[in-house]
């Protein structure tokens, strides 16, 4: 209050006097560490809880003793734990190439000339506000019973029984529900990527006689390098932590076939006793996610500027 | 959207043909799964795609009674509702006094403090605080709440931060010449300018509280305060013997967000474009 006739000399001023600024400091403060407490409270502490128990055989329960880099060895040997990074890896490279192919190729169209603009842009996002488990659910059910009807009709052997009791096919069932869901939100980023480009550069290119093709590869593409960078990292790490799809569809089987590495960590460290073996599990994940991460980054953003 | 006046006249109905046709990959699982919903299980033995020939409402009163629908819905609404309300307040209030004192290395820290754990894996703390908080009596959808508006912040900080920082300082300091405090600053000026951050924030937290299934699968442990999402999974079992009130249970799940897409898809997906495009 006393700071009211003090303004008032240099009410045109922009910078604060220094004596107010030290005061509202307290403010800023106050407005802002008891959400960082909680922060490190809820989640920097289990994080931290979650590597040290993983140098432990702690069982969830009881006692415990610390066992060095034991469990992160016997990673490297569980044949379950191996397969299941092989199933989240290809699983996560065919969705992400899949993803972005689809979505390009479709937010192209919805950018280009088209009647119903607006109400198809609608229905290609809708996948996205629908919840994951749901979808799951309902695509299990269309597997199960609607594709081997098809495929007996078609006379296709491999689609003629449940796809997602087969060891060997029901991978297909699940990336065919994640990327049906996943392309939508990338089809919206593309398609605002797709917005920034000015139409002058089509003109021009359509003067100098360019066909389709060399106009997506040199106006289109270089255009959107910043939105192919984004899609390309967020598709990447969404896919490499798949877990609601892989619930509703096959619950990780037949057998463990289609255990994703998120999906072992919750299976094993809550009902198979592996609370500090699948915690080991857990901070290994989150390195290869952060290496992967970083060197996609790194490699499509120097494409982006030879681009 | 640029200067297509000329060619606005002649739409390209090839490629609206072929989007009419993709469409339909996205509208007839929709549609096979309303149609499900909809009739007896002799008529879905019959014919996976034909129409019902009478509307089977009592799928629906059926699949409300089995799975305590209500329950589930109300749990669900006050987790959703409260945690988009909360996070809005709170979440924006920290990246402000974040967002203008990044010249104070303290507050520096602090945003990369937040940002970094955009990259930790939930399975890296999701054992242990399953045990954290059912310890601390926090296992049901109160600490459900708390715990999206805590681990929304990474990500909220970050866009609401890049926002803030375009909001030109001279119009707080207006404010405090006319003797406002700091909280009256934001609460009156800054939170109204960061209306399109608020709506992008809000709609992302939205669909994540309402759909999100790992959290609640391994936060709450009595069935009496499970999610939508939740009993649709504890139930799955049980119906796996009638497809049909097990997908009038399922729509009824889905049906609130579609609705709110209907009634707001332009901000949904301009809110999601920005929100995605800042992360």
Known sequence: MSAITEPNVSSTSTTAPPRRRRRRDHTYLFMALPAVLLFFVFHTYPAIQGILYSF?????????????????????????????????????????????????????????????????????????????????????????????RIGEALGIAALSRNILGDPQLAWTGILFVAVWQAAAFNIILYLAGLQTIPYDLYEAADIDGAGTWQKFRNITFPMIAPFFTINMVLAMKGFLQVFDQIVALTGGGPGTSTESVSFLIYKGGFDGGQFAYQSANAVLFFIVLVVVSLAQTRILQRREVEA | MTAQTGDAKRPNWGVTLLLCLGALTILFPLYLAVVTALKTPQELANS???????????????????????????????????????????????????????????????????????????????????RQTSAWGMDNPYGLIFLYVVYGLSFNIFVYVGYIKSIPRELEEAALIDGATTWQTFWKIIFPLLAPMNATVGILTCLWAWNDFLLPLVIISDPQFATLPLVQYIFQGQFSTNYNLAFASYLMTLAPMVIVYLLAQRWIISGVTQGAVKG
């Open chain 2, 48 to 130: 996976v795609f034909a129409l019902p020939s009478t509307f089977r409402w009592q799928n629906f009163t059926e699949a409300i009674r089995l799975t305590n629908f209500f329950t589930a819905f109300r749990t669900s609404a006050l987790v959703t509702v409260s945690v988009v309300v909360l996070t809005l307040i709170t979440n924006s209030l920290v990246a402000y006094a974040i967002a203008r004192n990044q010249h104070k290395r303290f507050f520096r820290y602090l945003y990369y403090y937040f940002i970094s754990a955009l990259f930790i894996p939930f399975p890296i703390i999701m054992l242990p605080v399953v």
């Open chain 1, 56 to 148: 432990t055989n702690f069982r969830g329960y009881g006692d415990y003793d610390f066992v060095g880099l034991r469990n992160y060895l016997q990673i490297f040997q569980d044949e379950r734990a191996l397969a299941a990074y092989r199933f989240t890896f290809v699983f996560a490279v065919l969705a992400t190439v899949l993803v972005n192919i689809i979505a390009l190729t479709v937010a192209i169209g919805l950018n280009g000339n088209i009647r119903f603009r607006n109400f198809l842009r609608g229905i290609y996002f809708l996948p996205n506000i629908l919840s994951v488990l749901i979808v799951g659910f309902i695509f299990n059910y269309l597997f199960a019973n609607l594709v081997p």
